[in-house]
C-alpha cells in the first residue's frame, strides 16, 4: 500500500518537476500549441524535434547578448517575460537549479522540450497537424503564431 501511495505521489509530482501541469486545461493547451507552433520554421503546420531545437538555439543565441552560454539573471528575466506573455497560465519560469546565477541551454530548453514531448501523443518526433488541433472545437481553430525570433 505504501510503495503504491510512493508511486502515486512521484506520477502527480512528474508534471510540476517539467514545470508543466499534470492535466493543463484548455487555455493552457492552446497555450502550448501557439509556443509549439512558433517553431514551425517552414510554416507546413508540423513542427519537428529538429525545428524546434533549431529554433531554441537561435533563440538562446538572440537572448545570450555576451555569448557566453548561459543566460544571466538580466538576459534569464527577459526571457522569462516573455514566455509569461506566451504562455500566459501555463507559464513556468526559468530556474537557476545550479544556483550560480546562470541559466545554460539546457534550463532555457527545458519547458518547451516538455511541452513538445507531451504533445508528440504517438512519439513519432514531430507534432503534425492533428497532435496540434487538440485545441480546436474548444476555442475553434489554432491562430497565427507569435512571431520568431531570428538571429542575422
Known amino acids: 500500500m505504501i510503495a503504491v501511495l510512493c508511486v502515486a505521489a512521484v506520477a502527480a ?5 517539467s514545470g508543466m501541469p499534470a492535466n493543463p486545461t484548455a487555455i493552457q493547451l492552446e497555450q502550448q500549441v ?9 510554416s507546413d503546420g508540423v513542427v ?16 545570450d547578448a555576451g555569448h557566453r552560454g548561459f543566460l544571466d539573471a538580466k538576459e534569464a528575466q527577459g526571457e522569462n517575460d516573455r514566455r ?10 526559468m ?10 541551454f539546457e534550463g532555457f530548453a527545458a ?17 503534425d497537424q492533428t497532435e496540434l488541433r487538440l485545441i480546436q472545437g474548444v476555442r475553434g481553430p489554432a491562430a497565427p503564431a507569435p512571431m520568431r525570433m531570428r538571429v542575422q
Open 13 to 17: 509530482c512528474s508534471g510540476l518537476r
Open 34 to 42: 501557439r509556443l509549439m507552433l512558433t517553431y514551425d520554421e517552414d
Open 48 to 63: 519537428t524535434r529538429d525545428e524546434l531545437e533549431d529554433g531554441l538555439h537561435r533563440q538562446f543565441e538572440a537572448i
Open 84 to 93: 509569461s506573455r506566451v504562455l500566459g497560465v501555463s507559464y513556468s519560469p
Open 95 to 104: 530556474v537557476d537549479e545550479h544556483r550560480n546565477g546562470m541559466i545554460d
Open 111 to 127: 519547458l518547451p522540450r516538455s511541452i513538445f514531448d507531451r504533445l508528440d501523443r504517438n512519439h513519432d518526433g514531430k507534432l
